[in-house]
């Protein structure tokens, strides 16, 4: 078995440095002993005697390393070599320097630990337990990301996560560092460049291309609540905040229509059937169309438009539209036809054709308009609109039957 080695070779005996570049002859850290001392001392004059001091010096300098090694695991750090260059220390060496351990982070590294670009403090310690990891006490040990299955970044203090960083006063465009920051004070966020001077939740996000910023309103406010916005920032200028906020759906603005083909309405939508609503609980959409389709019971609802009641198609304002939120009654283009009538040897009202809705009866197209009328026969003519265009019981375009919501 071999010894630990908590003695250093020659500690308090005589010693002599080995040189460390080759001397042409002799020994040296860079070739050796040489053959010189290989030969015989006593008949050849060029022999060389090994140095007893030599050896001393050699050996006590690899067991004083040794020593090192195992009595504290990790070497001293060395700024220059024997022969005055740099020491480069390899990316992740350790190397004991002052009061700590530091792992290197580059390669070829010739700084300083105390160069935090370079070098980073490695804390060999004890791992924190589970409740002073979430409360954040023991300083001085390893925490684990996970604690009892969960990051402990989502524990909260209150409704307010460890991770997050206060906003206080701070205006938001100087928040350009990747986090997840809190707003607690309605009042601190006046001329700060808020989405809306409410309290709410900040997320920052960096990529190679800039920082985006997502703002979620946190207020009681029915209109406010949970409204979410969003910004970036591209060649050091700030975008305007956009409303991305509302139910399933981030992009179609309070008010807009939609339509869908199947029987569930999306969330946060209302079926257009003209029904009435509460005045607060919908109050951001009674805040874009009021009481155009309908005053409710005259203050607490209002009502939503009826396009589903009333089968109606929408069309676009202006040209011959009726006014906003006016329904438009049914028309068709005038359809229009005509008989071509002949005289011939003293017989008038010969029908000889029909064009467009216009058609023949299949009568004699004879009719006798002077004299006596016995014996006469008559002529006439149908009007059908089938004969130049499709009918049904009720004027229509073509369709497909689809639900009609609105956004609110």
């Known amino acids: 078995m071999s010894n630990y080695i908590d003695k250093v070779w020659a500690e308090n005996g ?11 002859s002799g020994v040296s850290y860079d070739q050796g002993y040489t053959d010189l001392y290989e030969r015989d001392v006593a008949t050849d004059p060029t022999a060389l005697s090994i140095s007893r001091t030599n050896m001393n010096g050699l050996f006590k300098k690899i067991t004083a390393n040794l020593k090192q090694w ?16 740099p020491v480069e220390y390899k990316i992740y060496s350790a190397v004991r320097y002052q009061d700590g351990v530091y792992l290197s982070k580059v390669n070829n590294n010739t700084a300083l630990p105390t160069d935090t670009a370079k070098w980073s403090l490695f804390q060999t310690l004890d791992f924190a337990t589970e409740a002073e990891a979430i409360a954040r006490t023991a300083t001085d040990k390893w925490m684990s990301p996970f604690v009892s299955g969960k990051l402990i970044d989502n524990e909260l203090i209150g409704n307010i996560p460890k991770s997050a960083i206060s906003l206080a006063l701070e205006d938001l465009d ?39 910023q997502t703002y979620i309103v946190s207020s009681n406010a029915t209109s406010n609540s949970n409204k979410i916005y969003v910004r970036g920032k591209y060649n050091g200028v700030w975008s305007s905040w956009k409303d991305i906020g509302g139910g399933t759906d ?23 059937d003209q029904s009435s609503v509460s005045r607060t609980v919908y109050s951001r959409l009674f805040a874009e169309i009021g009481t155009l ?14 396009f589903d009641l009333s089968g109606a198609f929408l069309r676009g304002s202006g040209g011959s539209a009726g006014a906003l939120g006016v329904l438009q009654g049914d028309a068709i ?75 609110y």
């Open 70 to 85: 195992l009595g504290q695991c990790y070497p001293d750090y060395y700024q220059f070599d024997n022969s005055g260059n």
């Open 333 to 407: 283009r005038n359809i229009v036809g005509g008989v071509v009538a002949l005289s011939d040897s003293g017989i008038s009202g010969i029908i000889s054709s029909a064009q467009g809705a216009m058609d023949t009866n299949g009568v004699s197209k004879v009719f006798n308009m002077g004299g006596t009328r016995a014996g006469s026969r008559y002529s006439g003519f149908n009007f059908n609109a089938s004969n130049v265009v499709p009918t049904a019981n009720e004027n229509r375009p073509r369709n497909y039957a689809v639900k009609i919501c609105i956004k």
């Open 14 to 24: 005589q010693t002599s440095d080995i040189p460390v570049d080759a001397q042409g």
């Open 293 to 306: 389709y309908g005053a409710g019971d005259g203050s607490t609802t209002f009502n939503l438009p009826g």
């Open 174 to 212: 100087n928040i350009t560092t990747a986090g997840f920051y809190y707003q607690s004070s309605n009042s601190n966020t006046a001329g700060n460049n808020y989405p809306k001077n409410y309290a709410g939740s900040l997320d920052v996000k960096i990529s190679e291309n800039g920082i985006s």
């Open 250 to 272: 981030t992009i179609n603005p309070v008010g807009s229509i939609i339509m869908v083909a199947s029987n569930d309405v999306p969330d946060g939508y209302l079926i257009t």
